[in-house]
């Protein structure tokens, strides 16, 4: 008899093998695939499912109400709530005072004198020059004016700024209360002021306040409410936009105020809430002098961010001979200007109202 050959070794039954497996490979697929449809097979119509979770933000505080925190603040709250943190760089970044990196208008050449310019009566007297602070003794160093705007709404932390060492220019909020008082007491303190005018923003989620300036105002309505803002006190210099990136980049609009300024002979600061901002420009047609924002110093409120801002500032003086910063009445604000101001004669600069800036022609 010959060798007989295991079962295991031969062909046919290799290949039987070999089959049953892929079989049973197939079956055990196809059976996971049917329990797993059945698994997540969509609901019937009528059948309840639980909605996703909506994460919504608490609705700001109404005008006249204060929150918790406020009502335990000493001072009075604000009467706008803070707005949403835009996205940096965009026209509402720079609406609030969120642009990170330094802003500033490149100078171009005075255009030409718009047609209607001969229409105009003459330039007022240059009330600017009058209300202005004298000009420091600079010995050639390079100059920093610090505006803070937004002032007078929150009278504690408003008053906690003109107790900080001088000059510096202070701009109100034409709405404010007892303005007339706040500013003769600032003024009184060594600064120098302004008045902050609210226009219209790009965004219609955002109050700039009321009598506020905008670009489908008829020329009357604006001059009125302009005319209004100005009356709330006196001894400024000129004006300086809050918000205002939409009115500031119409130029209609900006031509009204223009003639007005230069027929009272005040000055302008453009806070650059816009990169199409206008202001420059119909300032150089009028002859209303005028200077604009380099940095923002608090789009971060904390005291680092501010500090950091600061040394941006320095560092467009020394390049420039000049610089304008605006920061806000916060605490972190006021905290590092009230460290900053004490070193800054040590540093090589000279700290000037924004006036000394606009009669060297450096604020563009």
């Known amino acids: 008899m010959g060798n007989k050959v295991p079962l295991w070794e031969r062909p046919s039954v290799l290949v039987a093998l070999m089959v049953a497996v892929l079989i049973l490979g197939v079956g055990i697929g196809i ?3 049917l329990w797993s449809g059945k698994a997540s097979k969509p609901l019937p119509a009528n059948a ?31 009467i706008q709530p803070p707005p949403p943190r835009p996205d940096p760089g965009s026209s509402e970044a720079l609406e609030f005072g969120h642009a990170s990196d330094v802003v500033s208008l490149v100078p171009q050449p005075s255009p030409p ?9 003459p330039a007022g007297a240059a009330v600017w020059l009058r209300n202005a602070l004298p000009v420091p003794k600079t010995g050639g160093k390079p100059v920093i004016a610090i505006i803070i705007d ?21 701009s109100y909020m034409t709405y404010a209360e007892d303005v007339a008082r706040q500013t003769r007491e600032a003024k ?38 302009l005319d209004w803002g100005l009356s709330r006190f006196d001894g400024y210099i000129g004006i300086n936009n809050h918000m205002g990136s939409r009115f500031t980049s119409d130029a209609a609009g900006m031509r009204v105020v223009m003639a007005e300024l230069r027929r009272r002979g005040l000055a302008f600061i453009d806070s650059v809430t816009s990169e199409r901002t206008v202001g420059a420009e119909t300032a150089r047609h009028y002859g209303v002098p ?9 789009n971060d409120q904390g005291v680092a961010h501010v500090r950091s801002q600061l040394a941006k500032t320095e560092a467009y003086a020394r390049k420039h001979g000049a610089a304008i910063a605006i920061g806000h009445p916060h605490d972190g604000t006021i905290e590092a ?14 700290l000037v ?4 800036i606009i009669r060297m022609g450096n604020g563009g």
């Open 48 to 78: 309840e499912q639980a909605p996703a979770p909506v994460i919504t933000a608490p609705p700001p505080p109404s005008p006249g109400e204060t929150s918790a925190a406020e009502e335990a603040d000493d001072g009075r709250p604000l």
């Open 290 to 298: 005028f200077a604009a924002r380099h940095v923002f110093l608090d």
């Open 113 to 121: 004198l718009p047609a209607d310019t001969a229409k105009l009566a």
């Open 337 to 350: 200007l009230s460290g900053w101001l004490g070193g800054l004669e040590a540093k090589g600069f000279v």
């Open 31 to 33: 059976g996971v695939g």
């Open 150 to 170: 937004d002032l007078g709404v929150d009278r504690r932390r408003s008053e906690r700024v003109a107790q900080l060492k001088g000059p510096l220019t202070l």
């Open 188 to 225: 009184a303190k060594g600064h120098e002021l302004m008045v902050h005018v609210p226009m219209q923003p790009q965004s219609v989620s955002y109050d700039p306040g009321p009598e506020v300036l905008e670009t489908d105002l008829p020329a009357d309505e604006i001059r009125r409410r």
């Open 353 to 356: 109202p924004v006036s000394t």
